[in-house]
Structure formats: structure tokens, C-alpha cells
Nanobody, 123 residues
Framework: VQLQASGGGLVQAGESLTLSCTYS????????IGWFRQAPGKEREGLAC????????LVKDPVKGRFTISRDNSKNTVYLHMNDLKPEDTAVYYC?????????????????WGQGTLVTVSS
């Protein structure tokens, strides 16, 4: 079982970036995938998740309206599309797998984690 987040980098405020999470191994094909981030000195926070069929999606309030999530099961990949990036979006972004995509997005309920990709937004 493996998740690999990629696509991070250095961007300027107002720009867009899309992160990819490629997953492999059972049971991730049947799992919801969530995106989290952790800024220096802060707790890891949930941003968005999508169910295995992509029928259920949610985006949390801090990034709602700027971030969207999508999934391509033919490529075993979940994307986090980030628009109008702000310096406060600077963090390490992680993807993780859980049975369900629910509003709470509790870190300790996610079973599998990728290694993280760094996003830096300059002002």
C-alpha cells in the first residue's frame, strides 16, 4: 500500500498549483482519499476529501472556494487543484486514505499516508 504526493513547489501569491496523489495497493482502490497540510509549528489540518467513486467530495472552510478535489480512478490519482494561493497556504501537503470521506477529517482516522510535498507561496 503506497500513496505518493507530488506537484509541490514555489509559486507567487495569486497563482495556481495542482497536486497529485498517486496510490497503489489494495484497499486504496476502495478508499476515500483526503488532502491535509501542515505548516511549521501548526497541527496537521484536513483540507478536502473524495470518496472512492468520486461521488462524495468535500472541501473544508479554510480553502473552500479556492481549492477543489478530483479523482481519476483509471490513473489511481487524486488531484488537489489550488487557486489564488496565499502565503498562508505555505505548508507540507499530504494525501491519506480512509474508508470514508466525512466532514470531520480526523488525522488519526486515516489509515495510510503519503510522504508529503512542500508548497511555498511567496508574497
Amino acid at each position: 500500500v503506497q500513496l505518493q504526493a507530488s506537484g509541490g513547489g514555489l509559486v507567487q501569491a495569486g497563482e495556481s498549483l495542482t497536486l497529485s496523489c498517486t496510490y497503489s495497493g489494495s484497499p486504496l482502490d476502495y478508499y476515500a482519499i483526503g488532502w491535509f497540510r501542515q505548516a511549521p509549528g501548526k497541527e496537521r489540518e484536513g483540507l478536502a476529501c473524495i470518496s472512492s467513486s468520486a461521488g462524495m467530495k468535500l472541501v473544508k472552510d479554510p480553502v473552500k472556494g479556492r481549492f477543489t478535489i478530483s479523482r481519476d480512478n483509471s490513473k489511481n490519482t487524486v488531484y488537489l487543484h489550488m487557486n489564488d494561493l496565499k502565503p498562508e497556504d505555505t505548508a507540507v501537503y499530504y494525501c491519506a486514505g480512509d474508508l470514508l470521506c466525512v466532514q470531520a477529517m480526523k488525522v488519526d482516522e486515516y489509515d495510510y499516508w503519503g510522504q508529503g510535498t512542500l508548497v511555498t507561496v511567496s508574497s
